[in-house]
């Protein structure tokens, strides 16, 4: 995985109560946040509002808004409201076969304040299909495509903006960071915030979990009953052969799981940084399952993957894929790294150009993120380091020696392998 990731844990903060009736107007962040609740209550809150515990593929316990910093909040609960909330299924919803409302917070921007709840028999739906509408708002009522992304940072919060459109899927995210969340739902990136990542795999038809390779096993295991039968889960870490087998064993049966590495990524993380092209005309590595997978899941992971922007897509075993990223990631960094380690105390940017831009672009490193990725791959990385270092050091003497001869050839030598590598 080029890029940073962020490590998960629960992620909610408290969001104002719902009742029947009435309707009051607060301030959050100096932007309107309408509520339908108690008469007379005026607490405006457009922070990160997660449900309760989860319960099936949906969540128990009050349903909170939550549309972060500087944007609209708005929830409709009860049966009626000064603007129109139909029924759908009697229960006072926006959306037919849902309880309790427009679910503003599970859906992200379910209705702002100035547009009224559609039907909830899926022929326009809270927000008309702007975002797939509340669940049914694009397809009649039928039931979205899931996905849950966990971890919401450079990759994570990148292939959330990517997986728009996917199979008119619907978004849940779910991080470790309150902010990364709010950011992520106030930007229209996830369609809902879930309170855990327990909650968030509940009822995904895919799973993509962006963290470190022991937070992903972390999950993993502590997801492992709240999987849905049938779905698939895939990872991008960075690398596949030491964890795979232990992702495979937290795991249940019922869940297909496909390594998935997109190589790309930029020099800073979080999901500030993230983009909806990140990923376009990247390379998507696929790490097939040893065991038995249906065929139906490795196809939805590739169509997935061309979805996200893949320019191109290869497979390769897990042993395989960390021997070949040990040389055109891990060294890379390494190397750029080792160019930063000493610098002239008197250089300043007016001395480089794009030769110093481009050799050192990755070192400024996510350090605890790239020690584990390092040392988990240290087998593979160690004979390219050690061919690295010979190299430099045999370079070193020809200069030292000043044979032009050793110099010209190094350099015509690597000149042509760049050429042929770019044909691969």
């Given at each position: 995985m080029d890029g940073k990731s962020t490590d998960m844990a629960p992620c909610g903060e408290q969001s104002a109560n719902g009742g029947g009736g009435g309707q009051s107007k607060g301030q959050s962040c100096g932007q309107d946040t309408m509520r339908h609740g108690n008469p007379g209550d005026e607490q405006g809150n457009g922070q990160c509002g997660v449900q309760g515990a989860p319960q099936g593929s949906d969540w128990d316990g009050e349903l909170r808004h939550n549309r972060g910093c500087g944007q609209e909040?708005?929830?409709?609960?009860?049966?009626?409201?000064?603007?129109?909330v139909s029924r759908g299924n009697g229960q006072g919803g926006c959306l037919g076969g849902e309880r309790g409302g427009c679910r503003g917070g599970e859906y992200g921007d379910c209705l702002d304040s100035e547009r009224e709840c559609a039907q909830g028999n899926g022929q326009a739906g809270c927000l008309g299909g702007e975002r797939g509408g509340c669940l049914g708002g694009e397809r009649g009522g039928s039931r979205a495509y899931e996905i849950a992304i966990v971890g919401l940072g450079l990759i994570g919060g990148s292939l959330a903006y990517a997986s728009r459109g996917f199979r008119q899927c619907r978004i849940t995210g779910y991080d470790i960071d309150p902010v990364a969340c709010r950011k992520?739902?106030?930007?229209?990136?996830?369609?809902?915030?879930a309170p855990s990542a327990e909650a968030a795999v509940s009822g995904a038809d895919l799973s993509v979990f962006c963290t470190s390779p022991e937070t992903a096993i972390g999950n993993a295991r502590r997801c492992s009953g709240h999987f849905k039968a049938g779905s698939v889960f895939i990872e991008i870490c960075g690398v596949k052969q030491e964890i795979a087998p232990l992702?495979?064993?937290?795991?249940?049966?019922?869940v297909d799981y496909i390594g998935v590495?997109?190589?790309?990524?930029?020099?800073?993380?979080?999901?500030?940084?993230?983009?909806?092209?990140?990923?376009?005309?990247?390379?998507?590595?696929?790490?097939?399952?040893?065991?038995?997978?249906?065929?139906?899941?490795?196809?939805?992971?590739?169509?997935?993957?061309?979805?996200?922007?893949?320019?191109r897509i290869c497979s390769n075993t897990a042993r395989d894929h960390d021997r070949i990223i040990a040389y055109t990631s891990d060294l890379m960094h390494i190397a750029a790294t080792a160019l930063c380690a000493e610098y002239p105390a008197d250089m300043t940017m007016a001395h480089a150009a794009g030769a110093f831009r481009?050799?050192?672009?990755?070192?400024?490193?996510?350090?605890?993120?790239?020690?584990?990725?390092?040392?988990?791959?240290?087998?593979?990385?160690?004979?390219?380091?050690?061919?690295?270092?010979?190299?430099?050091?045999?370079?070193?003497t020809a200069l030292q020696g000043g044979d032009a001869a050793f110099v010209n050839e190094f350099l015509r030598k690597a000149g042509a392998n760049k050429k042929e590598m770019q044909k691969l």
């Open positions: 909040a708005t929830r409709h609960g009860g049966q009626s409201s000064s603007q129109e992520a739902l106030a930007a229209a990136a996830v369609d809902r915030i992702l495979r064993e937290a795991l249940p049966a019922h590495h997109p190589m790309a990524g930029k020099e800073v993380g979080g999901f500030d940084n993230a983009a909806p092209g990140l990923f376009k005309g990247a390379g998507f590595i696929l790490i097939p399952p040893g065991g038995a997978c249906r065929p139906e899941s490795l196809e939805t992971v590739r169509a997935y993957c061309l979805h996200a922007g893949a320019g481009d050799c050192t672009r990755v070192a400024d490193i996510d350090a605890a993120l790239w020690t584990e990725l390092l040392l988990k791959n240290a087998r593979n990385i160690a004979p390219f380091l050690e061919t690295y270092i010979a190299s430099l050091s045999a370079f070193k």
